[in-house]
């Protein structure tokens, strides 16, 4: 096992995988930028250096920087968190290179599932089902031949996009080539790759992902799925597990293609495979995320598995010590993703809730800036209880109690979802937000 890990991230995840470590016996070393200076996590952490100024290319995006950090303090591995260097393959490759494990898949599999279109190939190969579409579509010429084909409306998808970026719907010929040309555009700025492929323009649909754990010895197990479709921009807002949209049966299904889509890749670690499901129970592969999920805590609520832990004993070479049947769901879990709202601003008030079975993943405390540098999600709401009703209640509960002075927010939001009608139900899909609150 380890007894350093440098933690290549910043906020409530960087947090997180402190916590892990502490309880593993394992030293943590936190890494930050001079915007950071003052975050918990620098603070929580063993031992912590400074590694630049406030922006992600010249702090948490250097990957040489983290790799000498790592080595003269003697860290053995490195946890990337999610976001930042997450899931790229070339910093994966790196710390490969350095002697230094990188606590997730291998670069090769990080670049094969993190290039869409080699992902799609992938999975067809492999007997999971697609969403009918193209490979790379070089030029508005062939994007309009292949979508006269597939029949509208379709999306318009960046290969290496990711975060929402990246991503256009199409309902006509007409509004093709701006759409192709700002997809490939924006792919382009934010990813450095603005390849872009066609799919088929599936509605309405649930967003359901299942969470995976593989070891170097090739046992995998699925800790349950996620229902995912409450999004804002493509930008996850609210998560639960189970689906009430899967049946016992579904849920065997969605099992098998997760395995088959996780050997196909050679995958190891923590990983999750994303589907789209329709009325018709028809499921489809969307991607595989190769790295830890913003929203795993609520497959540990419902499944008493610590995740993190499981990360860091893999990329130890320690096997899994349970199968498959070992794995139980219990109850109901949801969680409120709580963001910032214009930028940033200093928490003068801060009550955090409690109760049983509730969790705030957070970085924040009395006093503490929020930076506009990063990411606006300042905290994790996660309830769990006996049935999703009253998990529901829970979550209303402590979503009342939650309060943050000086930064606006979105716990009104999160508020107004949990006490829809249509939410109530289980009734939604991944159009939530704009039928009805965008009007």
């Known amino acids: ?93 790196m710390c490969a290179e350095n002697g230094i494990t990188f606590i997730g898949p291998r670069g090769d599999v990080i670049r094969k599932m993190g290039d869409k279109d080699a992902a799609r190939r992938t999975m067809k190969e492999a007997g999971v089902p697609t969403t009918p579409g193209t490979g790379i579509v070089r030029d ?35 509004e093709l080539e701006k ?20 799919e088929k323009f599936l509605s309405p649909v649930k967003h359901i992902e299942v969470q995976l754990l593989c070891d170097e010895k090739g046992n995998i197990v699925c800790l349950g799925e996620r229902e995912c479709s409450i999004q804002k921009n493509n930008q996850k807002l609210l998560e639960e597990s189970p689906s009430s949209a899967v049946t016992p049966e579904l849920r065997e299904r969605l099992y098998a293609a997760a395995v088959k889509a996780a050997r196909a890749a050679g995958y190891t670690n923590a990983g999750t495979v994303e589907f789209l499901l329709d009325r018709d129970n028809n499921f489809y592969f969307m991607e595989m995320n190769t790295r830890l999920q913003v929203e795993h805590p609520v497959t540990e609520m419902v499944t ?51 109760g049983f079975r509730v969790r705030f993943d957070t970085a924040l405390y009395m006093g503490c800036k929020i930076s506009p540098y990063y990411d606006s999600m300042i905290g994790k709401l996660i309830v769990q209880a006996k049935t999703r009703d009253e998990a529901i209640r829970r979550m209303q509960s402590a979503l009342g109690e939650l309060i943050m002075g000086g930064v606006d927010n979105n716990v009104e939001t999160e508020m107004a979802i949990i006490g829809d009608k249509d939410f109530k139900s289980g009734s939604y899909y991944t159009d939530f937000m704009k039928t009805h609150f965008d009007n």
Not at 12 to 19: D, V
Not at 75 to 84: D, E, N, R, V
Not at 337 to 354: C, D, Q, T, W, Y
Request: proline share 4%; aromatic share 6%.
């Open 140 to 174: 508005v010429a062939a994007a309009k031949a292949e979508a006269a084909k597939i029949g509208y409306p379709i999306m318009v998808k960046a290969t290496a996009g990711g975060g929402g970026k990246g991503i256009r719907i199409v309902k006509s010929e007409d």
């Open 304 to 354: 008493n598995i610590d995740l993190v832990k499981w990360q860091i004993r893999i990329a130890a070479g320690v096997p899994l010590n349970f199968e498959q049947k070992n794995v139980f769901i219990h109850g109901h879990s949801i969680e409120c993703r709580i963001n910032a709202a214009g930028g940033s601003g200093e928490i003068n008030i801060l009550h955090v809730p409690g």
């Open 1 to 93: 096992m380890f007894s350093k890990i440098l933690i290549a991230n910043r906020g409530e995840i960087a947090i997180r995988i402190i916590r892990a470590c502490r309880e593993m016996g394992i030293e943590s070393l936190a890494v930050y930028s001079t915007a950071d200076a003052d975050a918990l996590h620098v603070s929580l952490a063993d031992d912590a250096v400074c590694i630049g100024p406030p922006l992600p290319k010249d702090s948490y995006l250097k990957m040489e920087t983290l790799i000498t950090v790592a080595k003269a303090k003697g860290a053995q591995a490195i946890h990337p968190g999610y976001g930042f260097l997450s899931e790229n393959a070339d910093f994966a490759d």
């Open 179 to 198: 759409a192709f040309l700002t997809a490939s555009a924006e792919a382009l700025n934010a990813f450095g790759n603005g390849d872009c492929y066609i």
